[in-house]
């Protein structure tokens, strides 16, 4: 986390922009949750972080900031907020997939969807601006607990 948080200061330097105190504290809570958060849910961690009672603009304005740079990303479906481990790489060909039972988001690779979006589009006339690809459902980690408990039950004969 320190790495990802030096680099995400090193970025904002080479585009002359700063990493204030505020939007390094809630790019660390959004790291270190490892999970999309609702911006309600970063006010209080970063409240319990820094000792001390935050107004909800004091979030919004960095959570802005951070999206702008593309350290952050959010999810159009949940409007919750994620951290993005690797700001300086291209994000035309991501899919993210949103889990409805644990909360928890991936951003994966796909580009397949961006290619056929972009095709699909077209062939309507329609130039396309801005593309986010969300697919809702349930990840392999809650598969898998799912998958236990079905088969505990099975056992118990
Ligand atoms: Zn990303
Ligand atoms: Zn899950």
Same mark, same amino acid.
């Given at each position: ?138 990840? *392999? ?9 079905? *088969?505990?039950? *099975?056992?118990?004969?």
């Amino acid at each position: 986390m320190r790495k990802a948080l030096a680099a995400a200061e090193a970025m904002c330097a080479q585009r002359g922009e700063r990493l204030t105190e505020i939007r390094r504290a809630a790019y660390a809570e959004l790291l270190e949750a490892g999970q999309p958060l609702s911006a309600y849910e970063l006010l209080q961690r970063l409240q319990s972080r820094l000792d001390k009672p935050l107004a909800p603009p004091t979030v919004y304005r960095p959570l802005e900031f951070l999206v702008q740079q593309g350290l952050a990303h959010r999810l159009e479906s949940t409007h919750a907020f994620m951290a993005c481990d690797h700001p300086a790489d291209h994000h035309h060909q991501v899919l993210y997939l949103v889990c409805t039972d644990c909360g928890g988001a991936e951003e994966v690779r796909a580009p397949a969807v961006d290619g056929l979006i972009a095709q699909t589009a077209s062939s309507h006339g329609f130039v396309l601006k801005r593309q986010v690809t969300e697919v809702q459902g349930r990840c *392999g980690d809650c598969n898998e607990q799912t998958d236990k408990s079905g *088969g505990d039950q *099975g056992g118990g004969r």
